[in-house]
């Protein structure tokens, strides 16, 4: 069965930094670009990050750069989100996700494989 689990939501303060935990079990994703994506209550679900499968680039949006990086061990089959600087508008469910490698990463479209989400929630 394959399964993407993420971990590592929890309660914070604005202004602390988090790691979020992806890990995929079932097949390997050596060969699949990994993602993150984020739905905050009554908001459409939005990119956050991807990387490709050598972890070679990574890419964000605009609203990302700078407090988000991402970083994958394909040896563990493990993506890792940190984000800094924490901010009440990150509060959100934060997923990630696998999708073919040359996929276009910005859009949840392409990915087929899905976690069920960790929740982060930060208080001012």
């Known amino acids: 069965q394959v399964q993407l689990v993420e971990s590592g939501g929890g309660l914070v303060q604005a202004g602390d930094s988090l790691s979020l935990f992806c890990v995929a079990s079932?097949?390997?994703?050596?060969?699949?670009?990994m993602g993150w994506f984020r739905q905050a209550p009554g908001k459409e679900r939005e990119f956050v990050a991807a990387?490709?499968?050598?972890?070679?680039?990574?890419y964000y949006p605009n609203s990302s750069k700078g407090r988000f990086r991402v970083f994958r061990d394909s040896a563990k089959n493990t993506v890792r989100l940190q984000i800094r600087s924490l901010e009440p508008e990150d509060t959100a469910v934060y997923y990630c996700?696998?999708?073919?490698?040359?996929?276009?990463?910005?859009?949840?479209?392409?990915?087929?494989?899905w976690g069920r989400g960790t929740q982060v929630t930060v208080s001012s």
């Open positions: 990387i490709t499968s050598d972890g070679g680039s990574a």
């Open positions: 996700a696998a999708a073919p490698e040359g996929s276009t990463l910005y859009t949840e479209n392409d990915y087929i494989y």
């Open positions: 079932g097949r390997s994703f050596t060969g699949d670009a």
